[in-house]
């Protein structure tokens, strides 16, 4: 019988920095809190190491929504890779609003090592944006 | 000095390509007309890579400002290279000029201040130049060359129009809905046939390896995909973010008039309202702004 799933799930690739947002995530997942499950999480050493073309490349491939998630300023484990994470990031969600996306696709989050709650917060109301927005069809690859 | 880079004239009249003299005797076949618009620049990667000798360049404000760009990425040694500045006062379209007088009548064509002298046929004709002018130089800010050894004559004044049209077309894209938006650019990039045209010209795409040329990883698709294309069009506007001199040389040579400087223009206006202006090339020491930070910056995200 074939399957008929009337909910659009959407995919989300989110890049978490190891020093807070993948800890942040951790604790979400230790404190037994349930976020969506449409997020697939991508650990990177820093925020300031997401090359724009992984955000693009991960569209194309399939996501139809990407999340950089990383220290709030000032905390940065690097001293200041979020500084340039938040210039770099900030063009480039312009641009893509520029280019006739839907700006809530790409979406630049500060989730601290402590922040389990917000992390899951987030996750949810990412997803639900995303829900409603529908699929991305406009940076997917038509391979 | 073992060679000059300047431009000599093709067999037509809309015809003035980058030429390298390394005779002396040869100096006279070098000219400086309306179309002398193709930038040098991007030729003396390939010769301080190949060659240890100095070498001379002829430059426009708009090249000038290139040079600047080379030295700032590290690229260029400043030493092994004698800069002779030539103030510009605009470069003529072809198209323009094609659209107006039978092609195939035209014979010369001559910028003389601010008139265009064309012969045609045997007859001479005056025009007002500004009518004639390509689109990127009637923009032109900075038609001055900003570094250089030598200049060859008295500088000229910056247009009028310079600083009123800057943004218009990209305000005038801005203004567009969102999926009006997307489907503008889609009908601009459909026509891109990928020759990297843009990127070959540009003095700020000099990467020793570009991206896009790398076989691993591999981030550009061979295939004539529309999201491939639209991804490439986004990290070559990204890369040249804040890096971008607005001389306007990707959009002029691109064969299928993708209007790539609504793409560079828009990422200097967001660069320019929210971290301050700056203008790249014009200082071959300061900080691009994406290669620095302020504790205070504002985000386009919500930073709760």
Known sequence: MPVVNERFEPLIVAFCCNWCSYAGADLAGISRMSYASNVRIIRVPCSSRVNPGFIIRAFQRGADGVLVAGCHPGDCHYHSGNFFTRRRLTVLKQMIEYLGIEPQRFQVRWISGSEGAKFAMVMNSVAEEIRLLGPNRKLRDVR | ?304
């Open chain 2, 1 to 304: 000095m073992a060679a000059v880079i300047g431009w000599r004239k093709k067999d037509f009249w809309w015809q003035s390509p980058v030429v390298f003299l390394e005779d002396p005797a040869a100096a006279h076949r070098l000219v400086w007309d309306p179309f002398t618009v193709y930038s040098p620049v991007k030729f003396l990667l390939e010769w301080q890579a190949s060659c240890a000798a100095k070498v001379g360049i002829f430059v426009k404000g708009c090249d000038s400002r290139g040079i600047n760009r080379l030295l700032q990425d590290k690229r260029l040694e400043r030493e092994r290279v004698v800069v002779y500045g030539v103030p510009c006062g605009g470069k003529a379209d072809a198209e323009k000029i094609r659209a107006s007088f039978p092609a195939k009548g035209i014979k010369d064509v001559t910028l003389l201040g601010e008139q265009l002298v064309l012969t045609v046929g045997d007859r001479e004709v005056r025009v007002a130049a500004e009518a004639y002018l390509l689109d990127k130089c009637l923009t032109c800010r900075h038609p001055n060359p900003v570094v250089y050894d030598k200049l060859l004559w008295e500088e000229v004044l910056p247009r009028q129009r310079a600083d009123e049209s800057r943004f218009a077309r990209v305000q005038a894209v801005a203004s567009l809905a969102t999926e009006e938006r997307f489907f503008y650019w889609q009908r601009q990039f459909e026509r891109c046939i990928r020759c990297f045209a843009c990127r070959n010209t540009c003095p700020a795409c000099n990467c020793r390896v570009c991206i896009f040329d790398q076989a691993e990883p591999r981030w550009l698709g061979k295939a004539n995909d529309p999201a491939d294309t639209l991804n490439y069009h986004i990290i070559r506007a990204f890369h040249v973010a804040g890096r971008c001199f607005e001389c306007g040389e990707c959009e002029r040579i691109c064969p299928a008039g993708v209007p790539l400087q609504e793409l560079n223009r828009k990422l200097i206006k967001d660069i320019n309202e929210a971290y301050g202006d700056y203008e790249a090339g014009l200082d071959a020491t300061d900080q691009p702004p994406l290669g620095t930070y302020r504790g205070e910056d504002p985000a386009g995200f919500d930073e709760s």
